[in-house]
Antibody, heavy 117, light 108 residues
Framework: EVQLVESGGGLVQPGGSLRLSCAAS????????MNWVRQAPGKGLEWVSH????????YYADSVRGRFTISRDNANNSLYLQMNSLRDEDTAIYYC??????????WGQGTLVTVSS | SYVLTQTPSVSVAPGQTARVACGGN??????VHWYQQKPGQAPVLVVY???DRPSGIPERFSGSNSGNTATLTIIRVEAGDEADYYC???????????FGGGTKLTVL
């Protein structure tokens, strides 16, 4: 059974930093591209970032480019998102999602990030 | 950037057919994927590559895509189908994954 478990969310002040983690199991992690997708309270889904299987290519949404950094550790089946210079509008549930092609096969349950003073 | 437009809400009686539309410029030339999200839960992929279903998704769910509109169709709608539905494409010109704004399906 595929499992994606996010952690690291919490309350942070504007301008602060946070690092999210996603632990994967139940599938061959190194064979899948990985993503972060977020959802602000009461709003729709927003793709945040994608990293290819070997980390050879990385993509970001315009709203986070230059502030967020995605990375992965295939040896430990883990995905990360380093979030710096956080803003109020970054408040959201952050989901980790796998992708075999250009869609999101499986999703974690998400971790809540709240940016507030 | 590429924009996907969805009607905010659709209502249907149990047993009837629901159609959820997703509009985009020449979307028929792209592969469209659909997700179902129930309250308090993570999204679930229900249709990929316009019309394929992942294992475990009922045959009642189907998709089509042509011209400027992609459509998710749910036949014999059940109370358990009540959820938000999102369409999604990959925009190759900018390497961006794009979601529609979502459609709330209400089962009357």
């Amino acid at each position: 059974e595929v499992q994606l478990v996010e952690s690291g969310g919490g309350l942070v002040q504007p301008g602060g930093s946070l690092r999210l983690s996603c632990a994967a199991s139940g599938f061959t992690f190194s064979n899948y591209g990985m993503n972060w997708v977020r959802q602000a309270p009461g709003k729709g889904l927003e793709w945040v970032s994608h990293i290819t299987t070997s980390s050879s290519a990385i993509y970001y949404a315009d709203s986070v480019r230059g502030r967020f950094t995605i990375s992965r550790d295939n040896a430990n089946n883990s995905l990360y998102l380093q979030m710096n210079s956080l803003r109020d509008e970054d408040t959201a549930i952050y989901y980790c999602a796998s992708s075999s092609w250009y869609y999101f096969d499986d999703w974690g349950q998400g971790t809540l990030v709240t940016v507030s003073s | 950037s590429y924009v996907l437009t969805q009607t905010p809400s659709v209502s249907v009686a149990p047993g009837q057919t629901a159609r959820v539309a997703c509009g985009g410029n020449n979307i028929g030339g792209k592969s469209v994927h659909w997700y179902q999200q129930k309250p308090g839960q993570a999204p679930v992929l229900v249709v990929y590559d316009d019309s394929d279903r992942p294992s475990g998704i009922p045959e009642r769910f189907s998709g089509s895509n042509s011209g400027n509109t992609a459509t998710l169709t749910i036949i014999r709608v059940e109370a358990g189908d009540e959820a938000d539905y999102y369409c999604q494409v990959w925009e190759s010109s900018s390497d961006q994954w794009v979601f529609g704004g979502g459609t709330k399906l209400t089962v009357l």
